[in-house]
């Protein structure tokens, strides 16, 4: 059994928008812990959503080397892929590193106030890089049709998973429905 659906090129679609979302909500609450001076456990939630959005990450990385090895780009694809992976190198170590930073100042230093607005100056130059990252991954996807299959291919793919569903559960295949064959166009009698 496979992790990556039938009509997913790869898993890496499946789990980037985790760290993306993650991150600027560690980054939201963040900024609510500065303003809020006495309130550490919102500091300590920000500090949990780095960590996870890091974690998350480091995953997003990892599958998007792989789907990039497998894919095999060229051309402009293949040097706005190279740019993608180096911006996605630079984001993901960032917050690795910076999460454990996080992580020492939630629970074991007693950081004063300038070093907490320095850190939240970090992790705005880490959303950076990330809002970067994923604005190249984007221009892979819509500009490039990167990890994008056609849609006949996809329905194919999809129709052939239901058929061996079908199959395994012992139920008939569902039926295909072609659709009506186009009608030419009629001249104008004018």
Known sequence: MSLVPAWAPNLHPLVVHFPIALLFAAAAVDLAGLLMQERKPVRDTATWLYIAGAASAVLAYFTGYAAAQAMGASGAAAALLDAHTDRAFVATWLFAFFASLRLAMSYI????????????????????????????????VFEQGLGVRAVAVARAAAEQAERASADRAGEAPPEHVEAPPEQPEREDPE
């Open 109 to 140: 230093l007693r950081p004063q106030r300038a070093l907490r607005i320095g850190a939240f100056a970090v992790a705005l130059v880490g959303l950076g890089a990330l809002g970067q990252t994923a604005r190249l991954g984007a221009r892979l």
